[in-house]
DNA sequence: CTCACTTTGTGCATCTGTTCACAAAGGGAT
DNA sequence: ATCCCTTTGTGAACAGATGCACAAAGTGAG
């Protein structure tokens, strides 16, 4: 049986508290450029948007780095949580899918700003292939592999139409990538060891949706109950 | 004391629920495409990439529309889904920010494919006012609060740079919008009873560069266990 | 009708995450 | 040195989500 010491320290930091490190990191960052030297978990955490305890809980899973009484170095905490993500080194990022989608991404600042760097754009399309975008050259999506392993890439932008994007996905893994940023409308299937992300535009809409709907509901009288359908006639 | 019968039919759907019909939704479209009639958990539960207990629990929420032995009727379960998303109705998104991202928004297909049309483009720059993108004319900042109420917009995209996105979110919720997806690297602060979702590109890069990193530490000679750091005389 | 087989819907145990509330720790004034 | 004030770090209660495992419900063959 595997005890887990409940120290700090430990390095199982759950996931949700990985999922807003960057968002403390950038109230942070914030704050550093303002000229802010300390900062209590009360106002960090009013900053970044969350409740003082769960700031003050994620914190401690990295260790132990405020003063009682006074609250937390801003430089300091900033190079804790960069270390612990990753960020302190330089990550090469290939983005594949020059659409306005892909364009967008080689454009955006945020990227490059923290540790990443977008080393390659590959598209399929002879039209768009050799274009400079965002400083780059685009290159032809046959360059997938040699690029990946001469460049050091490990982590892939997919943001190729819906079609295309799991025999994209077979040849980054089987190519050794084991990170994948995926904007396309499906769910890639990987090998085990892998790690998927995926932003959905869709999907966060629809979510807003429903929301959206029931406080439309809650206002205009309750639910409109009574649409019932009767099954089985549907097809 | 309010006491929530056990009942389906409660519309009290969980949040981890809600997020996922989006995915079942999309995954049943591709099987009604390619003909199939009928359904069954496991099958679509590999679909979606989830498991298939998760699945039927997750339906049960909305009903049971199953039929025990058989599975469910794709095109019976799209409605009901749709339905209870509220994606029977219309709802008219405005995208604000017309830049690279706001662009492959209105260009985006998936928009449009569910209930959702984008039904104004606005933004600040004068030399963006006036072109002419996804079949839609540019409109000013300006038209903001006319271009809401006219045109029934519900939903609100920003996809400005971060230091016009409260400014922007101000306005609309003024407006009476509440509801709004924002891409700007901003936390946004709102009145009660506005949902905000936000997508932030960089911070799931930073999560894929967190599992990145841990992953790597391991393969490199196991866990770097006793480094061990002092505490105390870092800083 | 009865039996064998399939698949749903759900009670229950478990795990993960959140929030409260407070003791412990540090700073600064006197 | 002592006292008071502030703020962290965390135990413990609570809340929410997941996954197992199985009874209940349905189909179809004989």
Same mark, same amino acid.
């Given at each position: 049986m595997i005890r887990r010491l409940p120290?700090?320290?430990? +390095? !199982?930091?759950p996931e949700a508290t990985v999922a807003r490190l960057p968002l403390y990191l950038r109230a942070l960052t914030g704050m550093t450029e303002r000229g802010v030297a300390t900062v209590s978990s009360e106002d960090l955490a009013e900053a970044a948007g969350v409740n003082s305890a769960k700031l003050r809980k994620d914190l401690s899973h990295l260790g132990s780095y405020g003063t009682r009484g006074v609250g937390y170095d801003v430089e300091y905490l900033i190079y804790q949580i960069s270390r612990e993500l990753g960020l302190t080194q330089d990550w090469a990022v290939a983005i594949v899918g020059v659409g306005n989608l892909g364009r967008a991404l080689a454009n955006y600042g945020g990227f490059v700003s +923290? !540790?990443?760097?977008?080393?390659a754009l590959l598209d399929s399309d002879p039209d768009v292939v050799g274009d400079r975008i965002a400083g780059l050259n685009v290159e032809h999506i046959d360059e997938l592999e040699t690029v990946i392993a001469r460049r050091g890439v490990s982590i892939v932008v997919i943001a190729t139409p819906a079609a295309a994007a799991q025999q994209v996905c077979d040849r980054v893994t089987a190519a050794g990538v084991t990170s994948i940023l995926n904007f396309a409308p499906v769910v890639l299937s990987v090998p085990d060891g892998v790690d998927v992300r995926k932003v959905d535009l869709s999907i966060e809409l629809q979510i807003l949706a429903f929301h959206e709907q029931r406080k439309a509901d809650r206002e205009s009288g309750g639910p409109v109950m009574a649409e019932e359908w009767q099954r089985g006639e549907s097809a």
């Amino acid at each position: 049986m595997i005890r887990r010491l409940p120290q700090a320290r430990d +390095r !199982g930091i759950p996931e949700a508290t990985v999922a807003r490190l960057p968002l403390y990191l950038r109230a942070l960052t914030g704050m550093t450029e303002r000229g802010v030297a300390t900062v209590s978990s009360e106002d960090l955490a009013e900053a970044a948007g969350v409740n003082s305890a769960k700031l003050r809980k994620d914190l401690s899973h990295l260790g132990s780095y405020g003063t009682r009484g006074v609250g937390y170095d801003v430089e300091y905490l900033i190079y804790q949580i960069s270390r612990e993500l990753g960020l302190t080194q330089d990550w090469a990022v290939a983005i594949v899918g020059v659409g306005n989608l892909g364009r967008a991404l080689a454009n955006y600042g945020g990227f490059v700003s +923290r !540790g990443f760097r977008v080393a390659a754009l590959l598209d399929s399309d002879p039209d768009v292939v050799g274009d400079r975008i965002a400083g780059l050259n685009v290159e032809h999506i046959d360059e997938l592999e040699t690029v990946i392993a001469r460049r050091g890439v490990s982590i892939v932008v997919i943001a190729t139409p819906a079609a295309a994007a799991q025999q994209v996905c077979d040849r980054v893994t089987a190519a050794g990538v084991t990170s994948i940023l995926n904007f396309a409308p499906v769910v890639l299937s990987v090998p085990d060891g892998v790690d998927v992300r995926k932003v959905d535009l869709s999907i966060e809409l629809q979510i807003l949706a429903f929301h959206e709907q029931r406080k439309a509901d809650r206002e205009s009288g309750g639910p409109v109950m009574a649409e019932e359908w009767q099954r089985g006639e549907s097809a």
